[in-house]
């Protein structure tokens, strides 16, 4: 539900500055110092901004911060570690010239700020004490105290500077009306994308073809390893199903873990949102006219679910007919938690404004605090307590059949299998690159097949399926590919180079012909292609299938009717001409107009404190004030 419950994320993006990098600037609060760093740099000091060290240790926690959240590969570590380097340098030039001319950040600057993004942390203009609001810091934004207000005061910096450097921005008449030229031609193309997989149907080579193809890169067909074994399953999926659990048992469970079937007051309900977040006083008081009038709709008995896909603008719920589920006494903010709770079941409320703007909200259900009985929580009790004895029969079994291992390092698969009812089967031959299907995800198995020598029998391994114990079954050694081992890699590549060469043989035969007169849908279709027309676009649209026209910026300059060069996109071609050419229509510019001042301000702004950066940085760099040692980043992936 955006907006409306009150998580850690959306509070961030309220104070987050609007330097953006390589990373996003979202990531911006993770990535400013945690104190300052001071005294003479030492072996691990990667960069120093006016006397202030920043360590490897600081890049190296910011990095497993983002790590741990997924947020990037792990290839890409080394281009992740080098933009937290710069992120942490500018946190520090920016605190260095802060210092040199005076700008800080007051008290007063910092509680309203806070009061803002943590309303919880006052009682009215009284802040709460000290212990309730480390913890709602701690809960909110899994930070301590001074890690909070380091981070707001980093930020709040950068936007004084920030508006240091752009308040004096402007947007000319000129560079308005290039704007809406800019954003407002559209074309309309004919056109045949032209791609080697659609080609490669077409294309049958022969065997004398293919075996001279393999003959040419024969050092290329290389067959690895590749290894089947027996193996024995301790099945837990079976011994899930099979587990015995009586009633007392489960009675036993339900006792132990009452408070889980303790349901609180609660409302299922549905919403239409619009929103007032960020929004003059003037453009508040039309969102209200226009929630009053859908207002009126839902009143008139139009359908809630209806009415919430085509007004709601809460992206998140709108598709779903503006169904938030059911919503818990504290879990919403006050306004929105009163009219809830306060409307009786399959009634709709009045507007209801709260901090991120009006809602109409629809009560589906409610339900009053109570405790799940026992016979209705029987069935979900016996699910989970046969799945947790059949792991833990599953579990007793394979130490059984550990010990029974170590105790013979003789004892054959066949004798374990029969002397635990296992089930035995064997794998087909795979290599240390083939996927391993039998046993589920994991790398353990694959690790095993690849260690085990000649009539070993591995320790049980666990896997998606249960535990498993190995045995190897055969090896087939590494060697050079047959031609009848591999064919069909060969026919593969070989269609695979040939349907490259006749999509670009087709795409400057189609051009011939259409500069011959031809028009180019038919001239496609002489040619097996197919010809299309594209809807208009602007310099910011796309063509579906071909993707982003910003390869396409010389159509903008062409003439109506005018054919392009062939056009090379990756290993696809393009042949397109100007079907149609629109220009803006003048009549337009003044409903656009604050739209194009604010993105030509906004370029410009951005361009204008990104030029601040860099002549901040360079001129630190000439006062001996910045010293970058980036060669200590080489042990983060490939960077050197």
């Not at 480390?134 to 001074?146: D, E, H, I, N, S």
Request: hydrophobic content about 40%.
């Amino acid at each position: 539900m955006a907006g409306l419950f009150e998580n850690k994320q959306v509070l961030m993006r309220i104070f987050i500055g609007i330097f953006v990098g390589l990373i996003a600037v979202s990531m911006l609060l993770y990535l400013v110092p945690q104190g300052p760093g001071t005294g003479a740099a030492s072996t691990d000091t990667v960069a120093t901004v006016g006397g202030q060290n920043i360590s490897l240790q600081d890049v190296q926690q910011q990095l497993t911060q983002i790590e741990q959240r997924g947020q990037f590969p792990k290839a890409l570590e080394s281009l992740y570690a080098r933009q937290i380097l710069n992120q942490l340098i500018f946190a520090k030039e920016i605190e260095f010239e802060a210092n040199r001319l005076g700008i800080t950040v007051t008290s007063e600057e910092m509680a309203t700020l806070i009061k803002q993004i943590l309303p919880t942390a006052f009682n009215g203009d009284s802040p709460v004490g000290m212990d309730q609001y480390a913890a709602l810091v701690q809960q909110r934004f899994q930070r301590t105290v001074p890690a909070f207000e380091s981070e707001l005061k980093q930020e709040m910096l950068v936007d004084k500077f920030q508006k240091l450097v752009t308040d004096g921005i402007s947007a000319s008449p000129a560079e308005l009306k290039d704007q809406f030229y800019y954003q407002n031609q559209k074309v309309k193309l004919d056109y045949a994308l032209l791609k080697p997989e659609d080609l490669e149907a077409r294309i049958t080579p022969d065997e004398a073809e293919l075996k001279t193809a393999y003959e040419k890169n024969k050092a290329k067909y290389q067959e690895p390893e590749r290894r089947s074994v027996r193996y024995a399953l301790i099945d837990v999926n079976k011994m899930r199903q099979t587990a015995q659990v009586s009633d007392d048992e489960l009675k036993q469970i339900y006792q132990q873990n009452i408070a889980q079937f303790q349901v609180p007051n609660r409302v299922h309900v549905e919403h239409i949102l619009l929103f007032t977040r960020g929004k003059t006083d003037a453009e508040v008081a039309e969102v209200q006219k226009r929630a009053e009038n859908v207002l009126k709709e839902v009143k008139k008995g139009g359908k809630f679910e209806d009415l919430a896909k085509k007004y709601s603008e809460d992206t998140q719920t709108k598709d779903k007919g503006g169904d938030l589920g059911w919503v818990m006494a504290g879990q919403t903010v006050p306004a929105f938690e009163k009219a809830a709770f306060s409307t009786p079941k399959g009634a709709t409320s009045d507007l209801v404004k709260t901090e991120f703007g009006f809602h109409i909200l629809k009560v589906v259900d409610k339900e009053t605090a109570h405790t799940v009985p026992f016979e209705q929580a029987k069935a979900q009790l016996m699910v989970n307590a046969r799945a947790n004895k059949g792991d833990a029969n599953a579990n007793a079994l394979a130490d059984k059949v550990s010990a029974a291992i170590r105790k013979s390092n003789k004892i054959s698969l066949d004798e374990l299998a029969k002397e635990f009812n296992l089930d035995v089967a064997d794998t087909a031959p795979v290599s240390a690159t083939d996927p391993l299907l039998y046993f589920g995800t994991g790398s353990g198995v694959k690790d095993e097949l690849f260690r085990l020598r000649q009539s070993e029998v591995s320790m049980p391994i666990h896997t998606d399926r249960g535990y498993v114990v190995l045995t190897l079954k055969f090896v087939i050694p590494a060697h050079p590919g047959t031609f009848e081992e591999e064919r069909e890699k060969v026919l593969a590549d070989v269609k695979r180079e040939k349907s490259v060469q006749l999509a670009k043989s087709k795409a400057e035969e189609l051009e011939k012909r259409v500069k011959g007169g031809e028009k180019l849908d038919a001239a496609a279709k002489a040619l097996g292609l197919e010809g299309k027309t594209s809807d208009a676009f602007s310099r910011s649209g796309s063509i579906p299938g071909v993707g982003s026209v910003k390869q396409l910026a010389v159509a903008f300059q062409m003439k109506q009717g005018e054919l392009a060069p062939v056009l090379n996109l990756g290993s696809n071609w393009l042949v397109y001409r100007i079907a149609e050419k629109t220009e803006p229509n003048p009549d337009d510019f003044e409903k656009q107009k604050k739209d194009l001042t604010q993105q030509v301000l906004q370029e410009k702004r951005s361009l204008a404190f990104e030029s601040f950066r860099s002549a901040l940085e360079d001129r630190l760099k000439k006062e001996g004030k910045l010293k970058i040692m980036s060669d200590k980043l080489k042990n983060f992936g490939n960077l050197g």
